[in-house]
């Protein structure tokens, strides 16, 4: 198969973790004989620097012609950085924003999962016994919502009011439920909606509509769940989950939230998807301006995100489980990076902490 990408590196560690990845990609397309072609393009801070704006047509044109994106992550400190100066829709987070409606990417896909190799560094994760176990994926909507709604802050009266406007439409809900009922059919068969339908229209519209869908799908089970009672259980019971369902802002939150109990920030990949194969793969963390250009970020979420590329762009199956098992096999090794190094471990315990690069080429040499 020919995989003709493109790949955003970004700011901060972006260009170091995304060049692990491609390594990654590299090696897993040469073993299973398939063509892999790159090609880079400017998003975020270093856009402004060069262009002015985050993100220009001709990245936008780029990403459009290929089959899928591999992005860094894009920003910079925001109490030094002069990008922070520019008015908001000038900024690095722009880009960001503006990419997804470009493209169309409605669904945003975030797992997960505990490693069993890094449980002692997440006590909470780990359960009384040490013995707990979990992997969830949650899909959240995209691109409407509180988010895109009609905002504006005006004085009233002599007093200074704000709204911000929380707007579905079925069309909107119907798409992103058919993706959670999709993933979950090539999983444990379970989803979970979360909403506020005891308080919220839109919320009432989300469940009814989530219902309509799952007519569809009658070997995927469908559990509603509210919002406030969601956050409890994620930490409480991970484990009761498969897929979580959710909109906008309910999955921003809840997603930072899932990502936090699995231990360590710099594991977790994530995909955004549009209505046809075509995907945006990034790292669920940010540009972490304070270690870049030390060579000492964690390039696992990155390659995690080369690994849904392949599940989901491609249908590559095999491969992605390949590299999977590679991420797995490298911890398993003792390797780690610095921000997964448990305080005060070393050789006596069997682990060795390694750069940025060696992490991505022990995952390379374990493809192979
Ligand atoms: P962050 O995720 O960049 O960093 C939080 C902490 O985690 C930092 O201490 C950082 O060093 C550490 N960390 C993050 N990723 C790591 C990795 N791979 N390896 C080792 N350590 C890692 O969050 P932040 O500091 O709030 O944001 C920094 C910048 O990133 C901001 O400009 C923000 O807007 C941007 N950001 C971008 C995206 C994106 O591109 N999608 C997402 C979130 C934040």
Request: glycine share 8%; with cysteine.
């Amino acid at each position: 198969m020919n995989l003709n990408i493109a790949c955003i590196p970004g700011d901060g560690i972006g260009p170091e973790i995304t060049a692990e990845a491609k390594k990654v990609l590299e090696t897993v397309c040469e073993k299973y004989g398939h063509t892999l072609t790159i090609e880079d393009v400017l998003m975020g801070g270093c856009s402004i620097d060069r262009y002015g704006v985050p993100l220009t047509q001709e990245t936008i044109d780029v990403c459009r012609s290929k089959s899928a994106v591999l992005m860094g992550s894009i920003g910079g400190d925001a109490k030094t950085s002069p990008w922070y100066q520019l008015e908001p829709s000038k900024r690095p987070e722009a880009g960001l924003l503006g990419i997804r409606k470009a493209l169309g990417l409605y669904a945003n896909l975030r797992p997960a999962y505990l490693f069993h190799e890094l449980a002692a560094s997440c006590p909470l994760a780990a359960g009384e016994n040490g013995d707990r176990s979990f992997d969830l994926i949650i899909v959240r909507e995209l691109t409407g919502g509180l988010y895109f709604g009609e905002r504006w802050t005006k004085t009233i009266d002599g007093v200074e009011t704000a709204v911000d406007t929380l707007r579905y439409n079925e069309n909107e809900i119907r798409r992103v439920a058919r993706t959670a009922f999709e993933i979950a059919k090539k999983r444990r068969h379970r989803v979970t909606s979360v909403d506020k339908a005891n308080v919220l229209d839109t919320s009432r519209l989300w469940r009814k509509v989530v219902h309509e869908v799952a007519a569809d799908y009658p070997d995927v089970s469908l559990d509603d769940m509210l919002v406030d009672n969601c956050a409890m259980q994620l930490v409480r019971t991970p484990e009761q989950f498969d897929v979580v369902l959710t909109e906008n802002m309910f999955g921003d939150i809840l997603s930072d939230e899932a990502s936090m109990i699995t231990g360590s920030i710099g594991m977790l990949p994530s995909a955004s998807l549009n209505e046809s194969s075509f995907g945006l793969y990034e790292p669920s963390h940010g540009s972490a301006p304070d270690i870049a250009g030390l060579g000492i970020a964690n390039p696992i979420a990155t390659v995690l995100s080369g690994a849904m590329m392949l599940r989901y762009s491609f249908g590559l199956a095999k491969e992605a489980d390949a590299v999977e098992a590679a991420v797995r096999q490298t911890l398993s090794d003792g390797y780690r990076t610095a921000d997964l190094m448990p305080k005060d471990a070393g050789p006596a315990e069997g682990l060795v902490r390694v750069a940025c690069s060696e992490m991505g080429s022990k995952i390379s040499e374990r493809v192979q």
